[in-house]
């Protein structure tokens, strides 16, 4: 099977940063998509950033020119850079990431188990 782990999230202050990790391990042929997603109680999962094997990043309207999305292929991670974080940017952050575990034509979603980000003074 397939796991996706996360590390990297805790307390910041209002403009200072973080950076996330996620490393994905287990039964991989191939990675498409690595990215992640954020949620706060009583609100749906939203979309944050995410990489395509080969492509160029995606971000969320609210966190363009503040988050950086990379990916390391070799170690089958994803990292998320977040600077001038500000206190709406406090969620439980998901890593996400579609993976061919065979040379078999099929992809699977995977999630992180989330790491809480809190920004506040």
């Known amino acids: 099977q397939v796991q996706l782990v996360e590390s990297g999230g805790g307390l910041v202050q209002p403009g200072g940063s973080l950076r996330l990790s996620c490393a994905a391990s287990?039964?991989?042929?191939?990675?498409?998509?690595m990215g992640w997603y954020r949620q706060v109680p009583g609100k749906e999962r939203e979309f944050v950033a995410d990489?395509?094997?080969?492509?160029?990043?995606n971000y969320a309207h609210s966190v363009k020119d503040r988050f950086t999305v990379s990916r390391d292929n070799a170690k089958n991670t994803v990292y998320l850079q977040m600077n001038s974080l500000k206190p709406e940017d406090t969620a439980v952050y998901y890593c996400?990431?579609?993976?061919?575990?065979?040379?078999?034509?099929?992809?699977?979603?995977?999630w992180g188990q989330g790491t809480q980000v809190t920004v506040s003074s």
């Open positions: 990489i395509i094997s080969g492509g160029s990043p």
């Open positions: 996400n990431a579609i993976i061919r575990p065979s040379p078999l034509p099929y992809d699977y979603t995977f």
């Open positions: 287990g039964s991989i042929f191939s990675i498409n998509t």
